[in-house]
């Protein structure tokens, strides 16, 4: 069974034709990055208007690729929730015509979810139950995957997400957007015990995260050094949020792996790209006897071949809308 899906719920305009869940045809990605890195991040409004100009080209392109037509393909998936609504709308609606003109269902994807089943696409053998740890700009949190589409939430950040936390702290250190890659990369160079910064802890939720604290500590000590005219050790101010960002991720997920008996553990979402995440947890797994699977980089980051692969059991689920689906800012992987 081939899917066709599309992503927009960002800054990336994607489309891709994946087969059984698990087998990729095509994948296309186009960027606006070079657009947003003016503004050190990404302005809603713009991405909206530049999916508008990309969707056409990008849907083509991907159905060039597979070598098919969207006549030939058993069903349109659809990043329908969570994103910015006006780039989620684009996409939306762009299935919603395709559905309608080709007369095939239309699966509509939670972006979540979608994180998730990239890792169905690099490990062919992965099947739930598994607990995954899902870690982006947005999002942080772990969930108990019982089946492709039973979900239950296990932990999450009250507050910002662990990729925010490396955003904006790349974003005072003078670092081009999108700054978690230029972190990491400059993370490599420095001493990641030069700065220490507090633990945030959830009273009474032991696997809930919180880096609003952890965001604010870093940025007051990068003004107070700048203030007094401190040169800032800026590879040593890398390596050393990264520890601790991972070593917060890394904690929480093990106890919860622990608490709830899970021996297979998964990492998706962009952070999951993150060098020293996949070190940690592969270490930390072997020594625990523990299996670990993540993505391959190339779909880490926003990609319609992650929502075909999920949208392939959705659709198995019998998840599928008609005309009067509409996008959704928010929503729980839960549904």
Same mark, same amino acid.
């Given at each position: 069974m081939t899917i066709f899906a599309i992503e927009s719920s960002c800054d990336d305009t994607a489309a891709a034709v994946v087969e059984d869940? &698990?087998?990729?045809l095509s994948s296309v990605v186009a960027s606006q990055v070079f657009r947003h890195v003016e503004f050190g991040g990404v302005v809603p409004e713009i991405a909206g208007?530049?999916?508008?100009? @990309?969707? !056409?080209?990008?849907?083509?392109?991907?159905?060039? %690729?597979? &070598? +098919? #037509?969207?006549? #030939?393909?058993?069903?349109?998936?659809? +990043?329908a929730y969570p994103g910015l609504i006006g780039s989620l709308l684009v996409g939306v609606n762009f299935a919603k015509g395709l559905a309608l003109t080709a007369g095939k269902p239309l699966i509509p994807v939670h972006h979540l979810r979608g994180h998730i089943a990239a890792n169905y696409i690099s490990h062919?053998?992965?099947?739930?139950?598994?607990?995954?740890?899902?870690? !982006? $700009?947005? /999002? !942080?949190?772990?969930?108990?995957?019982?089946?492709?589409?039973?979900?239950?939430?296990?932990?999450?950040? &009250? #507050? #910002? @997400?662990a990729g925010e936390a490396f955003d904006k702290t790349a974003r005072t250190m003078g670092l081009p957007y999108p700054g978690g890659v230029h972190m990491d990369k400059l993370a490599e160079g420095g001493n990641p015990d030069a700065?220490?910064?507090p633990v945030p802890k959830v009273s009474g939720s032991p696997y809930d995260f919180s880096f609003s604290g952890l965001k604010t500590a870093?940025?007051?000590?990068? /003004?107070?050094? %700048?203030?007094? $005219?401190?040169?800032?050790? &800026?590879?040593?101010? @890398? @390596?050393?949020?990264? %520890?601790s960002v991972v070593n917060i991720l890394t904690d929480r997920f093990l106890l919860a792996a622990n608490d709830f008996g899970h021996k297979k553990l998964v990492l998706a979402g962009g952070v999951s790209a993150n060098s020293l995440l996949r070190r940690r947890m592969s270490e930390l797994c072997a020594d625990r006897g523990l299996a670990l699977y993540y993505p391959d980089l190339s779909l880490c980051g926003d990609n319609a071949a992650m929502i075909g692969a999920q949208g392939y059991f959705e659709f198995l689920k019998g998840n599928t809308a008609d005309m009067s689906l509409n996008a959704r800012a928010e929503r729980s992987i839960e549904l």
């Open positions: 869940g &698990r087998k990729v208007r530049m999916h508008c100009e @990309a969707i !056409s080209g990008v849907v083509k392109e991907a159905l060039a %690729q597979a &070598r +098919t #037509d969207i006549r #030939d393909v058993d069903a349109v998936a659809v +990043t062919p053998e992965l099947e739930p139950p598994f607990l995954c740890l899902v870690v !982006s $700009g947005g /999002h !942080s949190h772990i969930v108990e995957v019982n089946d492709y589409t039973s979900m239950r939430i296990i932990g999450r950040t &009250r #507050d #910002d @997400a700065f220490s910064f870093v940025i007051n000590t990068i /003004h107070n050094m %700048q203030q007094k $005219g401190l040169a800032l050790p &800026r590879e040593d101010m @890398a @390596a050393s949020v990264r %520890q």
